[in-house]
């Protein structure tokens, strides 16, 4: 018997709710805008942990005349390891990923990392605002085909905590963007919790033109 509820106090800690203290409250989701990064030709150094392996290099965020998104990552000799299109409607294009990373699974993680990174604007419908009762946060939810995006900031929605990709029960992935200059995080942070796929960005500088 002792062990029978032991097991039973098992299952139930491991279906319990991460979210379970959240709360629908009023509230505007249109507060996130000023956090949307301005990435309109920003250049970071960068470093991905995946698939067992570490790359670093320079990774390139530039906005096309079709007003489409290019991210570009490539080593600092020049040697590219990848190369998508984000356009705002959702559509999504790999010009280049090199075969090591060329695994289904691979690119769409890295499409939704980098989307919730953006603040793609098909990925923002249909959002409502949720309060945390123990810390007073307040996530702006998101609903997606799995799950939920959720965008946390404080109570007065004037700092953005982090961000959050979710199932029903838990984050799988954990992003923080910070040290906001002329609209554009200096860090970006993504890391994931059910495997080791982790990438770090610090910002080179904002490039003209």
């Known amino acids: 018997m002792r062990y029978l509820l032991i097991s039973l106090l098992f299952v139930f800690s491991a279906c319990s709710s991460s979210y379970k203290h959240l ?3 009023a509230g505007d989701v249109h507060c996130l805008d000023k956090f949307k990064p301005d990435f309109s ?6 470093q991905v942990n995946v698939i067992g392996k570490h790359l670093s290099g320079l990774l390139l965020i530039k906005a096309m005349p079709d007003s489409s998104t290019r991210i570009v990552f490539s080593s600092e000799a020049g040697f590219k390891f990848f190369d998508f299109g984000f356009a705002p409607n959702g559509n999504f294009k790999v010009y280049y990923i090199i075969d090591e990373m060329d695994k289904k699974a691979v690119i769409t993680t890295l499409r939704k990392d980098f989307e919730m990174v953006m603040m793609q604007p098909y990925s923002l419908q249909n959002g409502y605002v949720r309060k945390d009762i123990d810390s007073a946060y307040n996530y702006y939810t998101f609903p997606q085909e799995k799950g939920f995006n959720y965008y946390i900031t404080d109570a007065g929605c004037n700092e953005l905590i982090r961000l959050e990709r979710a199932s029903k029960r838990k984050a799988v992935v954990k992003i923080q963007m910070l040290d906001y200059k002329n609209g554009t995080p200096d860090s970006i942070g993504i890391t994931h919790t059910n495997f080791n796929f982790n990438i770090g960005l610090k910002r080179l500088e904002k490039i003209a033109g």
């Open 41 to 46: 030709n920003v250049l970071y150094y960068t």
């Open 23 to 25: 709360q629908t409250t």
